[in-house]
């Protein structure tokens, strides 16, 4: 029985062999990433680990956390432009920078201060 005389299960440091090769759709990748799903979700999904997920497939990963941004902005844009006067106020100042500006002026301004060196 080979070179283990007492038959019990040796354990190996590293693997032998190739590394196993994923066959990870591009197009799911990019879909699961615009749905906001983490990078440990996503490599569970496909039986890979989330290293292998971020070196490879950075590109993707990336691109559909930009595609979730870009379908929640124009959400938002939709929901403003249909009467939702709240988001179009925060809208209006996230995007274009505008501000809410009051003005003070004083009814009774202060002509002169009067100092007591009495204490």
Same mark, same amino acid.
């Given at each position: 029985m080979g070179?283990n005389p007492?038959?019990?299960p040796?354990?190996?440091?590293?693997?032998?062999?190739?590394p196993?090769?994923?066959?990870i759709?591009t197009d799911?990748?990019?879909k699961?990433a615009?749905?906001?799903?983490?990078?440990?979700?996503i490599?569970?999904?496909h039986g890979?680990?989330?290293?292998?997920l971020?070196?490879?497939y950075?590109e993707?990963?990336t691109?559909?956390?930009?595609e979730l =941004?870009?379908r *929640?902005? !124009?959400?938002?844009l939709d929901?403003a432009l249909?009467?939702?006067?709240?988001?179009l $106020?925060?809208?209006g =100042?996230q995007i *274009?920078? !505008?501000?809410?500006?009051t003005?003070?002026?004083?009814v009774n301004?202060?002509?002169? $201060?009067?100092?007591i060196d009495d204490?």
């Open positions: 070179d007492t038959n019990k040796t354990k190996r440091k590293k693997p032998i062999g190739r196993k090769k994923y066959h759709d799911v990748v990019f699961l615009s749905y906001n799903l983490t990078n440990i979700e490599a569970d999904i890979c680990s989330p290293d292998l971020e070196k490879s950075s993707f990963l691109k559909g956390r930009a =941004k870009k *929640l902005r !124009q959400a938002q929901l249909a009467g939702n006067a709240t988001l $106020i925060w809208l =100042k *274009l920078g !505008q501000t809410e500006k003005e003070h002026s004083m301004p202060i002509k002169s $201060i009067e100092f204490l």
